[in-house]
């Protein structure tokens, strides 16, 4: 099925919408960051300040990105927007309310992926779209638009302790494969991470809990 929006008119969104809502770009990166200090120098008290982060992304992306911005040129985006909120509500239920997600980063090989995916996310992903033609502010900036933001979460629930809820995976995993959609119908090669980042953050996630934290074994390695 054809999109209803050209590779053109879909960078000109992201051109208009940087433009629009800078300097915003330059706080999801300091929340990125300090999302990633939090997980490593991780405290009880720290993990449902990750979580508040999420909340916070998940939902400006929500509500201003898709509802402002990307439902000029896709229809569908009000449902976009609405997934994104109801994450957005996800994260705080889980991580706020119950407390289920904490963020700590292991030695074991799903803290080494998840290190790759915030990586990607936050510092790969902009180069990539750099040097194939679109970049800043034609292309999707780290943490207010949804592709960077469902790459990192899947770094950050790769860093998780404890079984990760599945409804928690599921809104991004569904993304995942409408990225990688796009991503092939028009050119921005750069979201093929999106796709990466679910099928091994899934797998990895969905894996048998319990083996030694060491690189190299199939295993979360937590208590």
Not at 9 to 15: E, G, S
Not at 65 to 83: D, E, M, R, T
Not at 107 to 125: C, E, I, N, T
Not at 173 to 184: E, H, P, R, T
Request: aromatic residues 16%.
């Amino acid at each position: 099925m054809d999109l209803p929006f050209t590779a053109e008119q879909f960078l000109d969104v992201f051109d208009r919408y940087n433009q629009a809502i800078w300097p915003a770009q330059l706080a999801a990166y300091v929340l990125g960051v300090l999302a990633v200090l939090l997980s490593v120098y991780s405290r009880p008290s720290t993990d449902k300040l990750v979580s508040g982060i999420l909340v916070v992304l998940w939902l400006w992306t929500g509500l201003v990105y898709h509802w402002q911005f990307f439902a000029a040129i896709n229809p569908v985006a009000a449902v976009f927007g609405a997934a994104f909120v109801g994450q957005a509500l996800v994260w705080a239920f889980a991580g706020l309310v119950r407390g289920s997600l904490r963020f700590r980063i292991g030695r074991d090989l799903p803290s080494l992926a998840g290190a790759v995916f915030v990586v990607y996310a936050m510092v790969l992903y902009p180069i990539i779209g750099h040097l194939l033609g679109h970049g800043y502010p034609r292309s999707p900036s780290f943490g207010v638009t949804p592709c960077p933001l469902t790459i990192f979460t899947f770094g950050l629930l790769l860093w998780s302790r404890g079984r990760v809820p599945s409804y928690v995976l599921a809104i991004p995993l569904a993304w995942s494969f409408i990225g990688i959609w796009a991503a092939v119908s028009l050119g921005i090669v750069e979201d093929i991470g999106l796709f990466v980042a679910a099928l091994v953050g899934t797998t990895l996630l969905s894996g048998p809990a319990g083996l030694p934290t060491t690189f190299g074994r199939w295993g979360r390695g937590y208590a």
